[in-house]
Structures are given as C-alpha cells and as structure tokens.
C-alpha cells in the first residue's frame, strides 16, 4: 500500500519524510488533523525494524492525538513523529538539533514534545532550533507524572462501574512497563492500597519499582495471565491481540500505552464481549498532553491547574461509559463518538476572514 493511500485511510494531512546524513537524522512527523488547531503530539525515538513500521506507527500514533486532543477539550490537532534509532545508543546534540530544524520548517503546523525513547533533555537541544516544541525542563517539563496521575484517575471511574467503588485498596492491578509513566503509576496504586504486579523488557526498571515499592515482579510474557483486576498496559501499543487476548484474566484493562488494541474494531469488539471493560488509551492517557499543552496558557505554565485539569480525567472516562452504555457500543466507539462530536461542532463554525 502507498503512502497516499494509507494518508487517505486514516484521513492524514500530511507526512513529512526527514533525514540529514551529517547527524543520522531519519524522522517522519505525521499532521493527521488541524481542525481544532495546530497539531500537537510527541517524538518518538526508536529501534523500528522497517521504515514501513516507522510510517505505520507515526500514522497510528498521530490519528490517535486528534481524538485525544479533541476528548481533553483542547483546541489543538493531532500529530505525531517518530525517529528510527535505539534511544540508547544513537542520541546526540546533532540528531534533535536536525529534527528541531524540520519541524521548524512546518511554521507551527506541528508542535513537538518528548515522548517514548526521547526525554525532556533532548526537547532542550530541539528548542534550540525551534520555538514548536513544549514539555521544556524550564517550564512543564516531564510529563509522565501528570500522564500517570490521569491514568489513576481513569481507572477509579472504571473501578466504580465495574465493583461499584472506586477504591483501589486490595485490588490486584498488573502493570505491564514501569518506566517512565508506569513508575509514577505504580507509586500511586500502592499509596492507595493496591496490590501490584510489574513486568518490563528492562530487568533494571523492575527491580526499581520492587526495591522501591515492594512490588511483585512478573515475566513479561506472564503478565496477561495474571488472575487479576485491572491490567495496566503502560509499554508500547498493540498489546491486546489475537494471541494475549484469550489469556487476560481481569475485569477492566486501564493504562498509557497508545494504541493498546492491535486492530481497533477487531479486538474492541472482542474486548467487550468478554465483558471486560477497555478504558479507551486516547482518553485515559491524556495527561500528559493536557501538562504540556497547559505551557501555551497566558501567563505559562500553571502546575496547579494542569493537575486540576488532568484529575476530570476521572469524568471523561465516566462520559465513555456512559455513552457505550447509552448508545449500546463498545467503549473504543465510545470515545470515538465523543471525539468526533467535538471535532465536527466546532469544523462546522463559520469562516471568518482575518486579514
């Protein structure tokens, strides 16, 4: 399938293919849509087998921006890059300088941020050479904190529908990465009594969280058969698919990890089915574009309010529910009916010429 064509399925503005050999530069930044405003969303750094799965990827991830703008009431659009390197060894000053270059060149189109395999530090070489990029150590910086607390506020909501209580004490809640958002996650369940289970590729980034919190440490591969009730996919996407879909054993799957669901109708249909209920990622991920977005307030950056502003998170998540419960559908359509509504109110305001 051609780029064009792939554009075309998703409803994709524009690709930008960008590579400078002197740094080792090869990023691709995807605008998916500008309707509600300039497109908003992270880098990504890392090791893709293929160019077609870079594109694949930053195609999924920029589509899925759109909807969580939309959701958390921003006026912003969705967009997305990725850059194909290990984030461990292939970093330098040169590299996010030549991105910063590029997305510089999009004239505000696009606004950048640090997500996956790309820190704070790095959006510091980016600005650099380019004032489109937010999540800076002088203002919001990481926002992986506010992302965690949205995601434990989502999964109250999902708590109260599915055990008619939102506490968390003695529930047995799975969280598959704890690296940079599933760490502060972590830290909240146990504060709130939970009993965790953690999983990650990185053994070093287990053992912090088991020295740390006295968690249980899990296999990666065991964690989907886990006997437990909430399963928090906090690592890379694609998570719930034909292979660990028969084999969870929870009640509500509730996490970070972008496109958690490897085909979106398939396995949401599936999903709901089983009688599981799926906290839609876009809507229970958002804080972390919330924080970020917070730093183009008048005035700046307000953590106080970015925090209020990520705990009704809480009700976006209750909205879902109630929407699936209302119009009979799955909550992956769900969100997407409440996305789209705002999308489509406000593309609908008239044009007014400012010269």
Known sequence: MSVFELMERRGHEQVAFCFDKASGLKAIIAIHDTTLGPALGGCRMWPYSSEEEALIDVLRLSEGMTYKNAVMGLDLGGGKSVIIGDPRRDKSEELFRAFGRFVQSLNGRYITAEDVGTSVEDMGWVRLQTRHVVGLSTSSGDPSPLTAFGVFRGMKACLREVFGSESLQGRRVAVQGVGHVGYHLVRHLVDAGAEVFAADIFEEKVKRVVDEFKVTPVAPDSIYDLDCDVFAPCALGAVINDETLPRLKCRIVAGSANNQLADKERHGDAIHERGILYAPDFVINGGGVINVADEMEPGGYNRERAYARVSTIYDK?????????????????????MAEGRIARLGRLKKIYLP
């Open 317 to 337: 998540v209750a909205e879902v529910i109630n929407i699936s419960r209302r119009e009979g559908v799955p909550t992956y359509k769900a969100a997407d009916l």
